[in-house]
């Protein structure tokens, strides 16, 4: 069932009364199971709708700063990076990403589109991470962490609202939200437009082009027959439009636009046969359409179909021959008699050819679908035995002539289940298991066993022992790199008017799936209802991970690297009375590689974070956090964030005024040196009006 009944009351009491609470916080996201902290077999990190309000986040991504461990930056202002405990990347390929339940993870490339997510920062009620693997619940992609991402029920949600921020750097974002009840159905309509310009400058002083705006519209409606039987439907889409840089050489202007639609429709139905037994059926059908065009003009040379034959018999001699004709040098000695064939006609139309360009329109366009039916049974055999369990079926479907050279699917299954068993009345074991099975690489287990000591109601200790799997994706597995250029000024091969560049790597479809062994030891302290402490201790050796190049010059992903991470997390969470509470997390994590590259330079050895927020009155709240991160052969990510908000009552509404400034400290680099601003301060006015 929905974890999302907690809130009551107007949203101006509400921030007080949750943000004190004296009750543990349950959680779903560790088993599938409702759990207290103290009984979770994982490590999990509860951001709540008042941490994330202290935050003055504009966005999910901003949030999870306050997680430990989480590595969050941008390639590009608009190309969020997010990653838990190593392997950060531009992609998101060991991190599954939740709402409500449905997986918003894009297998085609491996990745998560968080700016085209169709959802609101207001609209969250918490955001549940665990912290470390967690295929067994959730999947392959579950290989590092989860972020389960709960928005709030129709029924918890009484005002409508009004909401506009603007700021520096041209921000302007914007949200309407519209809800109803009657005793048997509820209903949330939020409308919505994010904006801003991106980042400034690279290192080099270059300009970047990296603005984007989004607009989204998100409809969630609940209808309770009875007691028993109650039906959600979640349905929502995005239009998202960016700039990007010069994606090849021979492109003409600087940049382009990148447009994104997302849209989805979800239905979930939750029953209950009892008290302890109830089932819940979550169905959901996504689709993901990507428009990006430019206009290039490459030697036409490149887009001769014999320059192409080439270099599908032999792509190293093709480049060799390239760097001599390019260089004024005589033409290497052909490796074979074919090779020497092909050279010939190559040769014959370079002298037709020359170095005239051949202008044209190229592309990256993408689509890709996904539908998954998932069934789950919770049933309570007494107080001491519980088993959750359920399978599920997905199909993806993915079709982009840039990345593969035709329309692809992957169905799927799932197999799961979690048993939990209190022995004793402080002993609690948690054995889960999770079979998958998929087109490409057939059938994969994932099990855990984890035992819990609850030394009192307010101490518990944690052994987890797991291993997890991730299976290659689309673009890992089956990716074909080609670049198809249209509308060309002139014909080169026949008439056609249109030819495909030269280079056409593909992958060699022989992936296994990366393997996880995890060991981990925690404590979780609540030495007082106002203070939460959590300490995890943990080894993770990580098994033919997926690595190598992923672009037109070369595209060759193997199974390649090996290495143990070992690190510390911990996490404060304290109320030391009603006006003040603060926040603390701080990660160590180090990399020994033992086959294949180093990646330490691909994770923030160090990470912290601190808020602290303070209610003057009734009224009146200021918040100040600083964030941390570090990086081998990277700038350091630091950062001082300063809030302070206030709330006007009126007549028949309420009115609350919010600023936020963000100050980099840091040479105003933001993660990566790609991307910098000309000053070092961030600021923005937010106005919501609840009514």
């Given at each position: 069932?929905?974890?999302?009944?907690?809130s009551?009351?107007?949203?101006?009491?509400?921030?007080?009364?949750?943000?004190?609470?004296?009750?543990?916080?349950?959680?779903?996201?560790?088993?599938?199971l409702?759990?207290?902290?103290?009984?979770?077999?994982?490590?999990?990190?509860?951001?709540?709708?008042?941490?994330?309000?202290?935050s003055?986040?504009?966005?999910?991504?901003?949030?999870?700063?306050?997680?430990?461990?989480?590595?969050?930056?941008?390639?590009?202002?608009?190309?969020?990076?997010?990653?838990?405990?190593?392997?950060?990347?531009?992609?998101?390929?060991?991190?599954?990403?939740?709402?409500?339940?449905?997986?918003?993870f894009?297998?085609?490339?491996?990745?998560?589109?968080?700016?085209?997510?169709?959802?609101?920062v207001?609209?969250?009620?918490?955001?549940?991470?665990?912290?470390?693997?967690?295929?067994?619940?959730?999947?392959?992609?579950?290989?590092?962490?989860?972020?389960?991402?709960?928005?709030?029920?129709?029924?918890?949600?009484?005002?409508?609202?009004?909401?506009?921020?603007?700021?520096n750097r041209?921000?302007?974002?914007?949200?309407?939200?519209?809800?109803?009840?009657?005793?048997?159905?509820?209903?949330?309509?939020?409308?919505?437009?994010?904006?801003?310009d991106?980042f400034?400058?690279?290192?080099?002083?270059?300009k970047?082009?990296?603005?984007h705006?989004?607009?989204?519209?998100?409809?969630?409606?609940?209808?309770?027959?009875d007691?028993?039987?109650?039906?959600?439907?979640?349905?929502?889409?995005?239009?998202?439009?960016?700039?990007?840089?010069?994606?090849?050489?021979?492109?003409?202007?600087?940049?382009?636009n990148?447009?994104t639609?997302?849209?989805?429709?979800q239905?979930i139905?939750?029953?209950?046969?009892?008290?302890?037994?109830?089932?819940?059926?979550?169905?959901y059908?996504?689709?993901?359409?990507?428009?990006?065009?430019?206009?290039?003009?490459?030697p036409?040379?490149?887009?001769?179909?014999?320059?192409?034959?080439?270099?599908?018999?032999?792509?190293?001699?093709?480049?060799?021959?390239?760097?001599?004709?390019?260089?004024?040098?005589?033409?290497?000695?052909?490796?074979?008699?074919?090779?020497?064939s092909?050279?010939?006609?190559?040769?014959?139309?370079?002298?037709?050819?020359?170095?005239?360009?051949n202008?044209?329109?190229?592309?990256?366009?993408?689509?890709?679908?996904?539908?998954?039916?998932e069934?789950?049974?919770?049933?309570?055999?007494?107080?001491?035995?519980?088993?959750?369990?359920?399978?599920?079926?997905?199909?993806?479907?993915?079709?982009?002539?840039?990345?593969?050279?035709?329309?692809?699917?992957?169905?799927?299954?799932?197999?799961?289940?979690n048993?939990?068993?209190?022995?004793?009345?402080?002993?609690?074991?948690?054995?889960?298991?999770?079979?998958?099975?998929?087109?490409?690489?057939?059938?994969?287990?994932?099990?855990?066993?984890?035992?819990?000591?609850?030394?009192?109601?307010?101490?518990?200790?944690?052994?987890?022992?797991?291993?997890?799997?991730?299976?290659?994706?689309?673009?890992?597995?089956?990716?074909h790199?080609?670049?198809?250029?249209?509308?060309?000024?002139f014909?080169?091969?026949?008439?056609?008017t249109?030819?495909?560049?030269?280079?056409?790597?593909?992958?060699r479809?022989?992936?296994?799936?990366?393997?996880?062994?995890?060991?981990?030891?925690?404590?979780?302290y609540?030495?007082?209802?106002?203070?939460?402490?959590?300490i995890?201790l943990?080894?993770?050796?990580?098994?033919?991970?997926?690595?190598?190049?992923?672009?037109l010059?070369?595209?060759?992903?193997?199974?390649?690297?090996d290495?143990?991470?070992?690190?510390?997390?911990?996490?404060?969470?304290?109320?030391?009375?009603?006006?003040?509470?603060?926040?603390?997390?701080?990660?160590?994590?180090?990399?020994?590689?033992?086959?294949?590259?180093?990646?330490?330079?691909?994770?923030?050895q160090?990470t912290?974070?601190?808020?602290?927020?303070?209610?003057?009155?009734?009224?009146?709240?200021f918040?100040?956090?600083?964030?941390?991160?570090?990086?081998?052969?990277?700038?350091?990510?630091?950062?001082?964030?300063?809030?302070?908000?206030?709330?006007?009552?009126?007549?028949?509404?309420?009115?609350?005024?919010?600023?936020?400034?963000?100050?980099?400290?840091?040479?105003?680099?933001?993660f990566?040196?790609?991307?910098?601003?000309?000053?070092k301060?961030?600021?923005?006015?937010?106005?919501?009006?609840?009514?």
């Open positions: 069932m929905a974890i999302s009944q907690f009551q009351g107007s949203e101006a009491t509400q921030v007080n009364d949750d943000l004190f609470s004296e009750e543990l916080p349950m959680v779903l996201s560790a088993t599938r409702r759990q207290s902290q103290l009984e979770t077999p994982a490590a999990i990190t509860i951001i709540d709708r008042e941490l994330i309000s202290a003055g986040a504009r966005s999910i991504v901003e949030v999870l700063r306050l997680v430990p461990g989480m590595n969050v930056g941008y390639s590009r202002g608009n190309t969020p990076e997010v990653s838990i405990h190593g392997l950060h990347t531009d992609f998101s390929r060991h991190l599954q990403v939740l709402v409500d339940g449905r997986s918003v894009k297998p085609g490339l491996s990745r998560v589109l968080w700016g085209s997510l169709p959802i609101s207001s609209d969250i009620e918490r955001i549940e991470v665990v912290r470390g693997p967690n295929t067994t619940s959730y999947g392959a992609n579950s290989f590092l962490g989860v972020i389960n991402i709960i928005t709030r029920h129709p029924s918890d949600v009484e005002s409508q609202q009004l909401s506009v921020t603007v700021g041209g921000i302007a974002d914007g949200s309407v939200r519209m809800t109803g009840q009657s005793d048997t159905l509820s209903y949330r309509l939020t409308a919505g437009h994010h904006q801003d991106g400034d400058i690279d290192t080099t002083g270059i970047r082009f990296d603005n705006d989004t607009n989204y519209l998100r409809a969630d409606i609940s209808y309770q027959f007691n028993d039987d109650q039906l959600r439907f979640i349905f929502g889409a995005s239009e998202s439009n960016e700039d990007q840089d010069l994606l090849d050489i021979y492109q003409l202007a600087p940049s382009h990148k447009r639609q997302d849209s989805f429709g239905i139905w939750d029953h209950n046969f009892s008290t302890n037994h109830d089932l819940q059926v979550n169905a059908y996504s689709f993901d359409k990507i428009r990006e065009n430019w206009q290039t003009c490459p036409a040379i490149f887009m001769s179909a014999e320059l192409g034959s080439l270099y599908d018999l032999d792509a190293n001699y093709t480049e060799a021959l390239i760097n001599a004709l390019s260089s004024g040098q005589n033409p290497p000695t052909p490796p074979s008699t074919e090779a020497a092909l050279t010939q006609q190559v040769l014959v139309r370079f002298l037709q050819l020359g170095s005239q360009t202008c044209g329109i190229a592309n990256q366009n993408f689509d890709e679908s996904k539908w998954e039916l069934i789950q049974d919770t049933y309570s055999f007494n107080e001491s035995l519980r088993l959750v369990s359920g399978f599920s079926l997905r199909r993806d479907a993915i079709s982009g002539e840039s990345f593969f050279e035709q329309r692809t699917t992957n169905n799927s299954h799932r197999v799961f289940a048993l939990e068993w209190r022995v004793q009345p402080q002993w609690l074991v948690n054995l889960g298991a999770m079979y998958e099975n998929d087109d490409y690489v057939g059938g994969e287990l994932s099990p855990r066993f984890a035992l819990n000591y609850l030394a009192n109601n307010r101490s518990a200790w944690r052994v987890i022992i797991s291993e997890g799997k991730r299976t290659p994706d689309f673009y890992e597995q089956v990716g790199r080609q670049y198809r250029v249209r509308e060309l000024a014909p080169i091969n026949g008439t056609d249109f030819a495909t560049f030269y280079q056409t790597p593909q992958s479809g022989d992936l296994i799936s990366e393997t996880i062994k995890s060991r981990e030891i925690g404590w979780f609540r030495p007082s209802n106002n203070l939460d402490i959590d995890k943990y080894s993770e050796q990580l098994e033919n991970v997926i690595d190598g190049l992923f672009g010059d070369e595209f060759d992903p193997q199974n390649a690297i290495y143990t991470q070992n690190g510390v997390d911990l996490q404060l969470n304290y109320h030391w009375n009603e006006t003040n509470r603060f926040w603390f997390s701080y990660s160590y994590l180090d990399i020994d590689p033992e086959r294949g590259r180093n990646l330490q330079h691909q994770a923030a160090n912290l974070s601190l808020l602290y927020a303070h209610q003057i009155n009734d009224r009146t709240q918040s100040t956090a600083y964030y941390w991160q570090d990086i081998r052969n990277k700038p350091d990510f630091k950062r001082v964030d300063a809030r302070f908000s206030h709330s006007i009552p009126l007549q028949s509404s309420e009115l609350h005024l919010e600023l936020v400034i963000q100050y980099n400290i840091n040479d105003q680099y933001f990566d040196k790609k991307s910098a601003y000309d000053d301060t961030t600021a923005y006015m937010r106005a919501r009006l609840n009514f």
